[in-house]
């Protein structure tokens, strides 16, 4: 049997971490409408679940998070629009696919919860800008979602 001391300072503990994991998804969630955030280069994020898988111009994930991360980068060196194949469904939550210029202005290019029509494959339009270009994803409530983005330049990340 554990001493009373020890079971105060387990509950003591038990108690702190909480308020941390807690604490973490408020901040993360407050991310998601503040594009002054979005924009950083750094991510603030609370991920639950990550199932991410990066292939030659294929992003495909799971994922339980709130808060923003990069999924990918592209350095262009003229502006252009490109024409992407995607999927987005969210299963709880609020999620959105965020595009990032180079002047850090953030375009919500596909946003939904789970609410919404979550069928089949669409495409959206990323308008590239010269310089460094991103994509986040960004979620709220620990939202489940399901991504694919077929793109072929740039380079796609994973946080795993």
Known sequence: MLSKRKRTLIAAVAMVVSLLVGCSNDVADKVYDDNSKICKEYDTFGMDNSNEKVEQGLYKANLKISGDTTIWEYKSDK?????????????????????????????????????????????????IKKGNNRIKLVGYKKADMNVEIHLDKGNFKTNS
Do not use: R
């Open 79 to 127: 502006d252009f629009d490109l024409k992407v194949p995607y999927n987005l469904s969210v299963k709880s939550g609020k999620g959105k696919i965020v595009l990032i210029s180079p002047d850090n202005k953030v375009t919500t290019l596909v946003e939904k919860s789970s609410k919404a029509d979550n069928g089949g494959k669409e495409s959206m339009m990323l308008s």
